[in-house]
């Protein structure tokens, strides 16, 4: 009985030294990071569903990380004509597109030291070059 008391003293001795009782980091960015994975997931999807790797490489990720949505949709001849052929793989870069760009405002939002917010917004532009790079292939515009 004693061994056990003089451990609990110890142990406590340790928390109040370490400053009390370990906090578990909450945070109120919780719904944000939900909303960020839901739409990141969309995206996933959406790649699946264009035949395409579910995420973006690591070299086209590097790329974008630091450039803006608009620059990323930019990568066909501006009012080109998408053949019938092409619909459904434009219609899909188009919602990752749009998608990309809530997460990047949810990250900017959030902040640049929120991480998870961050290299989501990073994966989503890179997935949204990438997608529009195949929109542009299949309707004859340049890359």
Not at 10 to 32: D, Y
Not at 36 to 52: C, N, S, V
Not at 59 to 68: D, P
Request: glycine fraction near 6%; charged fraction near 25%; aromatic fraction near 4%.
């Amino acid at each position: 009985m004693r061994r056990l008391a003089i451990a609990w003293a110890a142990l406590i001795s340790v928390v109040v030294a370490c400053g009390g009782a370990p906090q578990h980091r909450g945070t109120g960015n919780l719904p944000k990071e939900n909303e960020i994975t839901a739409l990141w997931t969309q995206i996933r999807d959406w790649r699946r569903e264009a035949h395409m790797e579910l995420d973006p490489t690591r070299q086209t990720i590097f790329q974008w990380r630091g450039r803006s949505i608009p620059e990323a949709k930019n990568v066909c001849p501006e009012a080109h004509p998408v053949p019938a052929t092409c619909t459904d793989v434009c219609s899909l870069a188009e919602n990752i597109c749009d998608n990309a760009e809530s997460i990047c405002n949810i990250a900017d939002e959030l902040g640049k030291e929120d991480e998870y917010a961050q290299d989501k917004c990073g994966n989503a532009k890179a997935s949204c070059r990438e997608a529009k790079q195949r929109c542009c292939t299949c309707s004859g515009g340049t890359t």
